[in-house]
């Protein structure tokens, strides 16, 4: 099995093939974690409007961010009831610790780099629920993870911009570039434990 979609803006490497065998066959798992991936979607979005709360398109844009974040999360959980899955806790992969490492402490570079990770994440969400969308062999489950490829394209792509509102570009991009590398270099190697970024 190999990965069909094109490749995504700002990821530096594809996802391995070897994590979409390893999502398929630990369906209920990667659901589970999906849905703590949207419940903290929906909090990165919310702790970004209060630590910036002057910042007036980005409180708005992650308004609305943070408002279908919590509405997939809802979604994913009417599944995992459909599918007698309970909710539960899930030990976290090295993935979005070493991003968060990667975050400078000082401002305005803090503001930059959270909004670039932010947008990564959602980039690399975007790509690998368009793989199981993809291969899922559940006709129901596929159909509903193409569904989302859309809003998670819309997501980074807000991210991005307000980056670059808040930024010089020419800025924006060189360290997009250094994060990026980071962020592929965190999946180059498959993490034993199958989640949505492992």
Avoid at 88 to 117: F, Q, T
Wanted: with cysteine; net charge negative; aromatic share 6%.
């Amino acid at each position: 099995m190999s990965p069909t979609l094109p490749k995504i803006k700002f990821l530096k490497q594809p996802t391995l093939n070897e994590w979409v065998e390893q999502a398929l066959s630990n369906l209920d798992t990667i659901l589970l974690d999906h849905s703590h991936c949207e419940r903290k979607a929906a909090g990165v979005a919310l702790n970004l409007m209060f630590r910036y709360p002057s910042n007036t398109k980005l409180v708005r844009q992650l308004t609305a961010i943070a408002q279908e974040e919590l509405e997939h999360f809802e979604q994913v959980n009417q599944i995992l009831e459909q599918r007698g899955i309970p909710l539960g806790p899930l030990s976290a992969p090295p993935y979005a610790a070493g991003l968060k490492a990667a975050i400078r402490r000082d401002e305005p570079k803090r503001l930059l780099d959270s909004l670039l990770i932010s947008a990564l994440i959602e980039a690399r969400s975007h790509e690998r629920l368009g793989l199981l969308g993809t291969h899922c062999p559940d006709a129901d489950l596929a159909k509903f993870y193409r569904g989302l490829m859309a809003s998670e394209a819309r997501h980074y792509g807000i991210y991005w911009v307000l980056a670059n509102t808040y930024f010089d570009p020419t800025e924006v991009t060189e360290r997009l570039e250094e994060l990026s590398t980071v962020e592929s270099d965190l999946l180059a190697t498959l993490h034993p434990e199958p989640r949505i970024h492992s």
